[in-house]
Protein backbone atom coordinates (compact mmCIF):
# COMPACT_ATOMS: atom_id res chain seq x y z
CA UNK A 1 0.00 0.00 0.00
CA UNK A 2 1.24 3.03 -0.65
CA UNK A 3 1.38 5.40 2.71
CA UNK A 4 1.81 9.27 1.93
CA UNK A 5 4.25 10.96 4.00
CA UNK A 6 3.20 14.51 3.82
CA UNK A 7 -0.58 15.13 2.71
CA UNK A 8 0.47 18.47 0.82
CA UNK A 9 3.54 16.02 -0.81
CA UNK A 10 0.85 13.79 -2.88
CA UNK A 11 -0.90 16.75 -4.63
CA UNK A 12 0.20 17.16 -8.03
CA UNK A 13 0.41 20.35 -9.97
CA UNK A 14 -0.91 20.41 -13.48
CA UNK A 15 -0.26 24.14 -14.60
CA UNK A 16 -0.46 22.97 -18.20
CA UNK A 17 -4.81 23.72 -18.10
CA UNK A 18 -6.99 26.26 -16.71
CA UNK A 19 -9.26 24.30 -14.34
CA UNK A 20 -12.35 23.47 -15.85
CA UNK A 21 -15.39 24.98 -14.19
CA UNK A 22 -15.93 24.59 -10.50
CA UNK A 23 -13.11 21.98 -9.97
CA UNK A 24 -9.97 22.77 -9.23
CA UNK A 25 -8.74 20.49 -6.39
CA UNK A 26 -9.59 16.95 -6.51
CA UNK A 27 -9.10 13.84 -4.24
CA UNK A 28 -8.81 10.49 -5.52
CA UNK A 29 -9.25 7.50 -3.21
CA UNK A 30 -8.65 3.86 -4.72
CA UNK A 31 -6.15 1.62 -2.99
CA UNK A 32 -4.78 0.63 -6.88
CA UNK A 33 -2.23 2.34 -7.96
CA UNK A 34 -2.52 1.41 -11.47
CA UNK A 35 -6.29 3.01 -11.16
CA UNK A 36 -5.31 6.28 -9.09
CA UNK A 37 -2.36 7.11 -11.61
CA UNK A 38 -5.32 7.23 -14.57
CA UNK A 39 -8.05 8.83 -12.45
CA UNK A 40 -5.11 11.86 -11.93
CA UNK A 41 -3.68 11.90 -15.38
CA UNK A 42 -7.56 12.40 -16.67
CA UNK A 43 -8.72 14.73 -14.11
CA UNK A 44 -4.86 17.03 -15.01
CA UNK A 45 -5.99 16.21 -18.58
CA UNK A 46 -9.26 17.78 -17.98
CA UNK A 47 -7.51 20.65 -16.46
CA UNK A 48 -7.98 19.63 -12.34
CA UNK A 49 -4.66 21.99 -10.73
CA UNK A 50 -4.23 20.07 -7.74
CA UNK A 51 -5.02 16.13 -7.32
CA UNK A 52 -4.50 14.65 -3.61
CA UNK A 53 -4.66 10.29 -3.79
CA UNK A 54 -5.34 8.52 -1.08
CA UNK A 55 -5.11 4.45 -0.49
CA UNK A 56 -7.96 4.14 1.35
CA UNK A 57 -10.78 5.61 3.39
CA UNK A 58 -8.87 6.37 6.93
CA UNK A 59 -5.85 7.87 4.46
CA UNK A 60 -8.58 9.72 2.82
CA UNK A 61 -9.76 11.22 5.92
CA UNK A 62 -6.46 11.55 8.00
CA UNK A 63 -5.58 13.99 4.57
CA UNK A 64 -8.88 15.78 4.62
CA UNK A 65 -8.35 16.85 8.35
CA UNK A 66 -5.01 18.65 7.24
CA UNK A 67 -5.97 20.43 4.10
CA UNK A 68 -6.68 23.86 4.40
CA UNK A 69 -9.07 24.10 1.75
CA UNK A 70 -11.04 20.90 1.39
CA UNK A 71 -11.31 19.36 -2.50
CA UNK A 72 -13.75 20.27 -5.18
CA UNK A 73 -14.76 17.05 -5.82
CA UNK A 74 -14.16 13.18 -4.05
CA UNK A 75 -13.56 9.95 -5.98
CA UNK A 76 -14.18 7.45 -4.13
CA UNK A 77 -13.66 3.89 -4.98
CA UNK A 78 -16.20 1.42 -3.43
CA UNK A 79 -13.67 -1.72 -2.50
CA UNK A 80 -10.66 -0.92 -0.38
CA UNK A 81 -8.75 -2.48 1.87
CA UNK A 82 -9.02 -0.75 5.80
CA UNK A 83 -11.78 1.28 5.24
CA UNK A 84 -14.16 0.51 1.91
CA UNK A 85 -15.56 3.43 -0.04
CA UNK A 86 -19.07 3.14 2.20
CA UNK A 87 -17.45 3.21 5.06
CA UNK A 88 -15.90 6.50 4.25
CA UNK A 89 -18.91 7.81 2.91
CA UNK A 90 -20.32 7.11 6.39
CA UNK A 91 -17.40 8.48 8.05
CA UNK A 92 -17.83 12.07 5.76
CA UNK A 93 -21.11 12.61 7.03
CA UNK A 94 -20.27 12.11 10.90
CA UNK A 95 -17.59 14.42 10.44
CA UNK A 96 -19.90 16.39 8.35
CA UNK A 97 -17.43 16.79 5.75
CA UNK A 98 -19.56 17.48 2.58
CA UNK A 99 -17.48 17.68 -0.28
CA UNK A 100 -19.08 16.59 -3.52
CA UNK A 101 -17.90 12.90 -4.39
CA UNK A 102 -18.40 10.17 -6.97
CA UNK A 103 -18.50 6.88 -6.61
CA UNK A 104 -16.25 4.71 -8.50
CA UNK A 105 -16.26 0.24 -8.63
CA UNK A 106 -15.51 -1.95 -11.35
CA UNK A 107 -17.89 -4.32 -9.95
CA UNK A 108 -22.02 -4.51 -11.39
CA UNK A 109 -23.36 -0.71 -11.68
CA UNK A 110 -26.30 -1.81 -9.74
CA UNK A 111 -23.70 -2.09 -6.75
CA UNK A 112 -22.35 1.56 -7.85
CA UNK A 113 -26.05 2.35 -8.06
CA UNK A 114 -27.13 1.74 -4.63
CA UNK A 115 -24.35 3.18 -2.91
CA UNK A 116 -24.91 6.18 -4.68
CA UNK A 117 -28.73 6.18 -3.53
CA UNK A 118 -27.56 6.01 0.10
CA UNK A 119 -25.42 8.43 -0.04
CA UNK A 120 -28.73 10.76 -1.70
CA UNK A 121 -30.80 9.34 0.82
CA UNK A 122 -28.42 10.32 4.13
CA UNK A 123 -28.54 13.52 2.64
CA UNK A 124 -24.66 14.01 1.16
CA UNK A 125 -23.41 15.80 -1.78
CA UNK A 126 -23.42 12.76 -4.22
CA UNK A 127 -22.70 13.88 -7.82
CA UNK A 128 -22.93 10.06 -9.30
CA UNK A 129 -21.76 6.56 -9.29
CA UNK A 130 -19.55 5.53 -12.20
CA UNK A 131 -17.99 2.04 -13.59
CA UNK A 132 -14.51 1.68 -13.81
CA UNK A 133 -12.12 2.16 -16.10
CA UNK A 134 -12.99 5.79 -15.74
CA UNK A 135 -13.30 7.82 -18.77
CA UNK A 136 -12.18 11.41 -19.52
CA UNK A 137 -16.12 11.78 -20.68
CA UNK A 138 -17.22 10.52 -17.67
CA UNK A 139 -15.47 12.37 -15.17
CA UNK A 140 -15.84 15.24 -17.26
CA UNK A 141 -19.93 15.28 -16.71
CA UNK A 142 -19.08 14.13 -12.98
CA UNK A 143 -17.35 17.58 -12.06
CA UNK A 144 -19.61 19.95 -14.36
CA UNK A 145 -22.25 18.10 -12.29
CA UNK A 146 -20.93 19.12 -9.31
CA UNK A 147 -21.29 22.88 -9.39
CA UNK A 148 -24.64 23.04 -8.21
CA UNK A 149 -23.76 20.98 -5.32
CA UNK A 150 -20.43 22.71 -3.96
CA UNK A 151 -23.12 25.66 -3.77
CA UNK A 152 -25.71 23.68 -1.88
CA UNK A 153 -22.24 22.45 0.12
CA UNK A 154 -21.46 26.26 0.78
CA UNK A 155 -24.89 27.31 1.65
CA UNK A 156 -25.57 24.75 4.46
CA UNK A 157 -23.86 26.81 7.29
CA UNK A 158 -26.42 29.70 6.48
CA UNK A 159 -29.02 27.57 6.23
CA UNK A 160 -29.02 26.01 9.61
CA UNK A 161 -32.81 25.58 11.04
CA UNK A 162 -33.99 28.60 13.32
CA UNK A 163 -35.71 27.12 16.17
CA UNK A 164 -39.20 28.37 15.98
CA UNK A 165 -41.77 28.31 18.84
CA UNK A 166 -45.62 27.87 18.69
CA UNK A 167 -45.44 31.47 19.84
CA UNK A 168 -43.96 32.65 16.82
CA UNK A 169 -46.58 30.82 14.58
CA UNK A 170 -49.52 32.01 16.03
CA UNK A 171 -47.78 35.42 16.16
CA UNK A 172 -47.25 35.15 12.12
CA UNK A 173 -50.38 33.17 11.67
CA UNK A 174 -52.89 35.89 13.77
CA UNK A 175 -50.54 39.19 11.80
CA UNK A 176 -50.92 37.17 8.18
CA UNK A 177 -47.33 37.31 7.79
CA UNK A 178 -47.10 33.61 6.08
CA UNK A 179 -46.99 34.19 2.40
CA UNK A 180 -47.49 31.98 -0.93
CA UNK A 181 -44.75 31.52 -3.37
CA UNK A 182 -45.59 30.04 -6.84
CA UNK A 183 -43.21 27.85 -8.70
CA UNK A 184 -43.95 27.28 -12.66
CA UNK A 185 -45.33 23.86 -13.71
CA UNK A 186 -44.62 24.01 -17.20
CA UNK A 187 -45.57 21.54 -20.24
CA UNK A 188 -42.84 19.48 -21.32
CA UNK A 189 -43.09 19.46 -25.25
CA UNK A 190 -43.53 23.19 -25.56
CA UNK A 191 -41.95 24.76 -22.37
CA UNK A 192 -44.79 26.58 -21.65
CA UNK A 193 -46.43 27.39 -18.49
CA UNK A 194 -49.41 25.48 -17.06
CA UNK A 195 -49.67 26.28 -13.55
CA UNK A 196 -47.83 27.16 -10.54
CA UNK A 197 -47.70 25.27 -7.31
CA UNK A 198 -48.06 26.97 -4.00
CA UNK A 199 -45.60 26.90 -1.56
CA UNK A 200 -46.15 28.46 2.19
CA UNK A 201 -43.23 30.70 3.10
CA UNK A 202 -42.59 32.81 6.38
CA UNK A 203 -40.71 35.64 6.04
CA UNK A 204 -39.13 36.38 9.33
CA UNK A 205 -37.39 39.37 10.76
CA UNK A 206 -34.55 37.31 12.27
CA UNK A 207 -33.71 34.07 10.05
CA UNK A 208 -34.90 35.56 6.63
CA UNK A 209 -37.32 33.50 4.16
CA UNK A 210 -38.30 30.11 6.57
CA UNK A 211 -39.06 27.39 4.08
CA UNK A 212 -41.79 25.33 4.66
CA UNK A 213 -39.78 22.30 6.49
CA UNK A 214 -39.22 24.31 9.07
CA UNK A 215 -43.09 25.03 10.29
CA UNK A 216 -45.36 22.86 8.91
CA UNK A 217 -44.74 19.99 10.92
CA UNK A 218 -44.71 22.70 13.61
CA UNK A 219 -48.24 23.59 12.79
CA UNK A 220 -49.53 19.99 12.25
CA UNK A 221 -48.20 18.95 15.36
CA UNK A 222 -50.09 21.77 17.27
CA UNK A 223 -53.41 21.46 15.42
CA UNK A 224 -52.32 24.79 13.47
CA UNK A 225 -52.29 23.75 9.81
CA UNK A 226 -55.96 24.45 8.94
CA UNK A 227 -55.78 27.81 9.95
CA UNK A 228 -52.48 27.87 8.12
CA UNK A 229 -53.77 26.30 5.05
CA UNK A 230 -57.02 28.41 4.48
CA UNK A 231 -54.61 31.43 4.99
CA UNK A 232 -52.19 30.61 1.86
CA UNK A 233 -55.04 29.58 0.08
CA UNK A 234 -56.94 32.32 -0.07
CA UNK A 235 -53.87 34.56 -0.63
CA UNK A 236 -53.19 32.22 -3.44
CA UNK A 237 -56.93 31.83 -4.87
CA UNK A 238 -56.86 36.16 -4.56
CA UNK A 239 -52.98 36.03 -6.41
CA UNK A 240 -55.31 33.42 -9.52
CA UNK A 241 -57.91 35.68 -10.07
CA UNK A 242 -55.81 38.92 -10.49
CA UNK A 243 -53.92 36.85 -12.96
CA UNK A 244 -57.67 35.38 -14.54
CA UNK A 245 -58.26 38.94 -14.93
CA UNK A 246 -54.93 39.42 -16.93
CA UNK A 247 -55.79 37.04 -18.79
CA UNK A 248 -53.35 34.33 -17.59
CA UNK A 249 -55.28 31.49 -16.68
CA UNK A 250 -53.26 29.03 -14.30
CA UNK A 251 -53.98 25.82 -12.75
CA UNK A 252 -53.13 26.53 -9.12
CA UNK A 253 -51.74 23.22 -7.27
CA UNK A 254 -52.09 23.26 -3.46
CA UNK A 255 -50.25 20.95 -0.64
CA UNK A 256 -52.66 19.50 1.14
CA UNK A 257 -51.96 18.17 4.40
CA UNK A 258 -52.99 14.55 4.97
CA UNK A 259 -54.45 15.78 8.72
CA UNK A 260 -57.14 18.32 6.95
CA UNK A 261 -58.66 14.92 4.82
CA UNK A 262 -60.28 13.93 8.26
CA UNK A 263 -62.34 16.64 8.38
CA UNK A 264 -65.71 16.66 6.23
CA UNK A 265 -66.24 20.66 6.32
CA UNK A 266 -62.63 21.14 4.21
CA UNK A 267 -65.22 20.44 1.04
CA UNK A 268 -67.21 23.05 2.07
CA UNK A 269 -64.61 25.38 3.09
CA UNK A 270 -62.78 24.97 -0.39
CA UNK A 271 -65.79 25.69 -2.68
CA UNK A 272 -66.72 28.43 -0.57
CA UNK A 273 -62.96 30.16 -1.13
CA UNK A 274 -63.18 29.06 -4.39
CA UNK A 275 -66.23 31.22 -5.03
CA UNK A 276 -65.66 34.10 -3.27
CA UNK A 277 -62.67 34.22 -5.72
CA UNK A 278 -64.85 33.53 -8.81
CA UNK A 279 -62.99 30.63 -9.66
CA UNK A 280 -63.88 26.85 -10.95
CA UNK A 281 -62.59 24.14 -9.34
CA UNK A 282 -61.12 22.94 -12.10
CA UNK A 283 -58.71 25.32 -11.78
CA UNK A 284 -57.16 23.93 -8.64
CA UNK A 285 -55.14 20.77 -7.86
CA UNK A 286 -54.75 19.50 -4.53
CA UNK A 287 -51.59 18.04 -3.90
CA UNK A 288 -51.40 14.46 -1.12
CA UNK A 289 -48.36 13.08 -0.53
CA UNK A 290 -48.13 9.50 -1.33
CA UNK A 291 -46.81 8.97 2.11
CA UNK A 292 -50.14 9.51 3.71
CA UNK A 293 -51.65 6.53 5.09
CA UNK A 294 -55.63 6.50 4.42
CA UNK A 295 -57.36 4.84 6.51
CA UNK A 296 -60.00 3.47 4.19
CA UNK A 297 -62.01 3.48 7.37
CA UNK A 298 -62.03 7.12 8.19
CA UNK A 299 -63.21 10.45 6.55
CA UNK A 300 -60.50 10.53 3.94
CA UNK A 301 -61.81 8.78 1.21
CA UNK A 302 -65.00 10.55 1.17
CA UNK A 303 -63.45 13.77 1.27
CA UNK A 304 -61.35 13.06 -1.56
CA UNK A 305 -64.24 11.48 -3.42
CA UNK A 306 -66.65 15.14 -2.69
CA UNK A 307 -63.42 17.26 -4.00
CA UNK A 308 -63.24 14.99 -7.27
CA UNK A 309 -66.75 14.93 -7.62
CA UNK A 310 -66.78 19.38 -7.12
CA UNK A 311 -64.22 19.46 -9.79
CA UNK A 312 -60.95 20.02 -8.19
CA UNK A 313 -57.96 18.00 -9.58
CA UNK A 314 -56.19 15.60 -7.07
CA UNK A 315 -52.09 14.90 -7.40
CA UNK A 316 -50.52 11.96 -5.74
CA UNK A 317 -47.24 14.27 -4.66
CA UNK A 318 -44.00 12.42 -4.09
CA UNK A 319 -44.65 9.85 -5.59
CA UNK A 320 -42.57 6.87 -5.04
CA UNK A 321 -41.50 7.54 -1.66
CA UNK A 322 -44.42 5.95 0.15
CA UNK A 323 -45.35 2.48 1.10
CA UNK A 324 -48.93 2.14 -0.05
CA UNK A 325 -48.99 3.29 -3.69
CA UNK A 326 -50.53 1.23 -5.48
CA UNK A 327 -53.41 0.45 -2.93
CA UNK A 328 -53.97 4.52 -2.80
CA UNK A 329 -54.22 4.66 -6.70
CA UNK A 330 -57.06 2.57 -6.90
CA UNK A 331 -59.10 4.03 -4.11
CA UNK A 332 -58.60 7.89 -4.60
CA UNK A 333 -59.71 9.17 -7.98
CA UNK A 334 -56.39 11.05 -8.76
CA UNK A 335 -55.92 12.87 -11.64
CA UNK A 336 -52.56 13.68 -11.57
CA UNK A 337 -49.45 11.57 -10.44
CA UNK A 338 -46.37 13.61 -9.24
CA UNK A 339 -42.93 11.45 -9.65
CA UNK A 340 -40.55 12.53 -6.64
CA UNK A 341 -37.67 14.44 -7.25
CA UNK A 342 -35.37 11.58 -5.99
CA UNK A 343 -36.20 9.74 -9.03
CA UNK A 344 -36.13 12.92 -11.55
CA UNK A 345 -33.09 14.61 -10.42
CA UNK A 346 -29.92 13.24 -12.42
CA UNK A 347 -32.26 10.30 -13.97
CA UNK A 348 -30.50 10.83 -16.88
CA UNK A 349 -27.39 9.05 -15.81
CA UNK A 350 -28.46 6.91 -13.08
CA UNK A 351 -29.96 3.67 -14.22
CA UNK A 352 -31.83 2.76 -11.40
CA UNK A 353 -33.72 6.35 -10.84
CA UNK A 354 -34.33 6.31 -14.89
CA UNK A 355 -36.34 2.77 -14.65
CA UNK A 356 -37.99 3.65 -12.00
CA UNK A 357 -39.22 7.09 -13.46
CA UNK A 358 -40.10 5.71 -17.23
CA UNK A 359 -41.74 2.48 -15.43
CA UNK A 360 -44.05 5.56 -12.95
CA UNK A 361 -44.77 7.55 -15.97
CA UNK A 362 -45.91 4.57 -17.74
CA UNK A 363 -47.87 3.38 -15.74
CA UNK A 364 -49.48 6.58 -14.74
CA UNK A 365 -49.96 7.49 -18.72
CA UNK A 366 -52.20 3.95 -18.98
CA UNK A 367 -54.24 4.94 -15.32
CA UNK A 368 -54.67 8.44 -17.78
CA UNK A 369 -53.40 10.57 -14.98
CA UNK A 370 -51.66 14.07 -16.13
CA UNK A 371 -47.77 13.35 -15.39
CA UNK A 372 -45.90 15.87 -13.69
CA UNK A 373 -41.70 15.38 -12.58
CA UNK A 374 -40.42 17.55 -10.06
CA UNK A 375 -37.19 18.71 -9.27
CA UNK A 376 -35.59 19.31 -12.77
CA UNK A 377 -32.90 20.97 -12.41
CA UNK A 378 -30.70 20.24 -15.61
CA UNK A 379 -31.05 20.17 -19.79
CA UNK A 380 -30.64 15.93 -19.36
CA UNK A 381 -32.87 15.68 -17.25
CA UNK A 382 -35.43 17.99 -19.27
CA UNK A 383 -34.71 16.22 -22.62
CA UNK A 384 -35.12 12.77 -20.44
CA UNK A 385 -38.70 13.79 -19.20
CA UNK A 386 -39.39 14.70 -22.98
CA UNK A 387 -38.64 11.16 -24.54
CA UNK A 388 -40.59 9.38 -21.38
CA UNK A 389 -43.26 11.50 -23.18
CA UNK A 390 -44.05 13.51 -19.02
CA UNK A 391 -46.41 16.26 -19.53
CA UNK A 392 -45.90 18.87 -17.05
CA UNK A 393 -41.88 19.40 -15.11
CA UNK A 394 -41.16 21.57 -12.41
CA UNK A 395 -37.90 22.38 -11.22
CA UNK A 396 -34.61 25.17 -10.80
CA UNK A 397 -34.09 24.42 -14.08
CA UNK A 398 -37.14 26.03 -15.09
CA UNK A 399 -37.54 28.51 -12.02
CA UNK A 400 -37.14 28.87 -8.68
CA UNK A 401 -40.77 29.47 -6.25
CA UNK A 402 -41.40 33.02 -6.34
CA UNK A 403 -44.05 35.76 -5.06
CA UNK A 404 -46.78 36.54 -7.23
CA UNK A 405 -46.16 39.77 -8.47
CA UNK A 406 -42.58 38.61 -10.15
CA UNK A 407 -44.55 36.00 -12.06
CA UNK A 408 -45.16 38.32 -15.14
CA UNK A 409 -41.39 39.22 -15.17
CA UNK A 410 -40.17 35.71 -14.88
CA UNK A 411 -42.88 34.89 -17.99
CA UNK A 412 -41.14 37.70 -20.21
CA UNK A 413 -37.77 36.55 -19.79
CA UNK A 414 -38.72 32.76 -19.77
CA UNK A 415 -40.35 33.40 -23.42
CA UNK A 416 -36.43 33.77 -24.43
CA UNK A 417 -35.84 30.13 -24.07
CA UNK A 418 -38.88 28.88 -25.57
CA UNK A 419 -36.90 27.47 -28.79
CA UNK A 420 -33.81 25.90 -26.25
CA UNK A 421 -36.88 23.78 -24.32
CA UNK A 422 -38.87 22.79 -27.30
CA UNK A 423 -39.22 19.12 -27.76
CA UNK A 424 -37.03 17.83 -31.11
CA UNK A 425 -39.25 16.77 -32.92
CA UNK A 426 -39.67 13.48 -33.84
CA UNK A 427 -39.47 12.28 -29.94
CA UNK A 428 -38.01 8.31 -29.65
CA UNK A 429 -40.86 6.53 -27.15
CA UNK A 430 -38.29 4.11 -26.74
CA UNK A 431 -35.59 5.58 -25.18
CA UNK A 432 -33.42 4.35 -23.63
CA UNK A 433 -32.21 1.77 -25.04
P1 LIG B 1 -43.21 19.48 -2.19
O1 LIG B 1 -44.69 19.49 -2.23
O2 LIG B 1 -42.54 18.26 -2.70
O3 LIG B 1 -42.75 20.78 -2.97
C1 LIG B 1 -41.66 20.83 -3.84
C2 LIG B 1 -40.43 21.29 -3.11
O4 LIG B 1 -39.32 21.09 -3.95
C3 LIG B 1 -40.43 22.78 -2.77
O5 LIG B 1 -39.71 22.96 -1.57
C4 LIG B 1 -39.65 23.36 -3.92
O6 LIG B 1 -39.05 24.61 -3.65
C5 LIG B 1 -38.63 22.29 -4.12
N1 LIG B 1 -38.09 22.28 -5.48
C6 LIG B 1 -38.70 22.64 -6.62
N2 LIG B 1 -37.91 22.45 -7.68
C7 LIG B 1 -36.76 21.94 -7.21
C8 LIG B 1 -35.52 21.54 -7.84
O7 LIG B 1 -35.33 21.60 -9.04
N3 LIG B 1 -34.56 21.05 -7.01
C9 LIG B 1 -34.74 20.96 -5.65
N4 LIG B 1 -33.73 20.50 -4.93
N5 LIG B 1 -35.88 21.33 -5.04
C10 LIG B 1 -36.88 21.82 -5.82
P2 LIG B 1 -40.26 23.84 -0.40
O8 LIG B 1 -40.95 25.05 -0.93
O9 LIG B 1 -39.16 24.02 0.58
O10 LIG B 1 -41.39 22.92 0.22
C11 LIG B 1 -41.08 21.77 0.93
C12 LIG B 1 -42.32 20.98 1.25
O11 LIG B 1 -43.14 21.67 2.20
C13 LIG B 1 -43.23 20.76 0.05
O12 LIG B 1 -42.70 19.71 -0.68
C14 LIG B 1 -44.55 20.47 0.73
O13 LIG B 1 -44.62 19.10 1.09
C15 LIG B 1 -44.47 21.29 1.98
N6 LIG B 1 -45.31 22.49 1.83
C16 LIG B 1 -45.03 23.66 1.22
N7 LIG B 1 -46.05 24.52 1.32
C17 LIG B 1 -47.03 23.87 1.99
C18 LIG B 1 -48.36 24.20 2.42
O14 LIG B 1 -48.88 25.31 2.18
N8 LIG B 1 -49.04 23.24 3.12
C19 LIG B 1 -48.53 22.02 3.38
N9 LIG B 1 -49.28 21.13 4.07
N10 LIG B 1 -47.29 21.67 3.00
C20 LIG B 1 -46.56 22.58 2.33
CA1 LIG C 1 -46.25 19.31 -3.61
CA1 LIG D 1 -42.71 16.51 -3.89
Redesign the pocket.
Known amino acids: MNRPSEPEDKAIASAAHAAPVGVATLLVVDDSVVQRRHAIALAKQLGVQTVHEAANGIEALALLGTLQRRPDLLVIDLEMPTMDGVELIQQLRARHLDAPFIVVSSREGALVNAVEEMAHSLGLPVVGGLCKPLTAAALQAAMAACQPLQQQAADKPRRAAPTLSLGDLDEALAQHTLV??Y?PKVDVRSGLIRGV?????WPHAQHGMV???QF?AL??QHDR?RP??LS??AQALGQAARWNARGLRLSVA????PL?LDSPSLVDDLDRLMQQHGLDADQMVL?I?EGTLIDPRGAALGVLARLRMKGFGLSI??YGTGFSSMQQLTRVSFTEL?V??SFV?GAHRNESRRVILESALKMAHRLRLTTVA????TMDDWRLLQRFGCNVC????IA??MPGEDLHGWLRQHKHRLTELRAPAPLNPDFPT
Open positions: PHQEVLARPPDIAEILTILVNLSLETDDKDRHEGVEQGFLRP
